[in-house]
Antibody
Framework: DVQLVESGGGLVQPGGSLRLSCTAS????????MHWVRQAPGKGLVWVSR????????VYADSVKGRFTVSRDDAKNTLYLQMNSLTAEDTAVYYC???????????????WGQGALVTVSS | DIQMTQSPSSLSASVGDRVTMTCRAS??????LIWYLQKPGKAPKLLIY???TLQSGVPSRFSGSGFGTDFTLTISGLQPEDFATYYC?????????FGGGTKVEIK
């Protein structure tokens, strides 16, 4: 079965850093573009970042650009999100998500992790 | 950025009802419209992509339609497991954007 399992969430002080991991199983991670999506408590879904095959191209939402870095280690079947200079506005559940299609443009997500809660507070 | 607006923000319905909700894009997104269902404390679940294509395993009571800027999700014969929040998402261009959600509650 396809599974995505996030880890690394927790409480961090404003200005601090945190790294999330997303470990994939049941499929070959290197064949898929992967994304991060977040959801603040009681709010809607917000796209954060995308990384393509091999990690050679990444894209970020303006709200996290310059502070967050997405990477992948396909040998370890793991996706990462390094988050720096965190603020209260970054408090959210962070989901990793697999793009359904392995080719072409349409980007919808057929598998999601269970989510990792990141709380930024002093 | 493309803004996605869902309406209504919430609705009350009974088991067996036909339910319709809409999603409007701020510019043309062709057929690059996706629908998800999310239950409290859970990750979203893919229902429909490319406006009207059901994801594998999704019951046929779900259907989607539309093109360009106006889209609709219909549930024909609401079931107890369908009470949830529904989100639309556009994949016409980055940044990917989601609607604010429509919460379907039990009447």
């Amino acid at each position: 079965d396809v599974q995505l399992v996030e880890s690394g969430g927790g409480l961090v002080q404003p200005g601090g850093s945190l790294r999330l991991s997303c470990t994939a199983s049941g499929f070959t991670l290197r064949n898929y573009w992967m994304h991060w999506v977040r959801q603040a408590p009681g709010k809607g879904l917000v796209w954060v970042s995308r990384i393509i095959f091999g990690g050679t191209d990444t894209v970020y939402a303006d709200s996290v650009k310059g502070r967050f870095t997405v990477s992948r280690d396909d040998a370890k079947n793991t996706l990462y999100l390094q988050m720096n200079s965190l603020t209260a506005e970054d408090t959210a559940v962070y989901y990793c998500a697999r793009r359904r299609s392995t080719s072409g443009w349409p980007t919808d997500f057929d598998y999601w992790g269970q989510g990792a809660l990141v709380t930024v507070s002093s | 950025d493309i803004q996605m607006t869902q309406s209504p923000s919430s609705l009350s319905a009974s088991v067996g009802d036909r339910v319709t909700m809409t999603c409007r894009a701020s510019q043309n997104i062709n057929s690059y419209l996706i629908w998800y269902l999310q239950k409290p404390g859970k990750a979203p679940k893919l229902l429909i992509y490319d406006t009207s294509t059901l994801q594998s395993g999704v019951p046929s009571r779900f259907s989607g339609s539309g093109f360009g800027t106006d889209f609709t999700l219909t549930i024909s014969g609401l079931q107890p497991e369908d009470f949830a929040t529904y989100y639309c998402q556009q994949s016409q261009s980055l940044p990917l954007t989601f609607g604010g959600g429509t919460k379907v509650e039990i009447k």
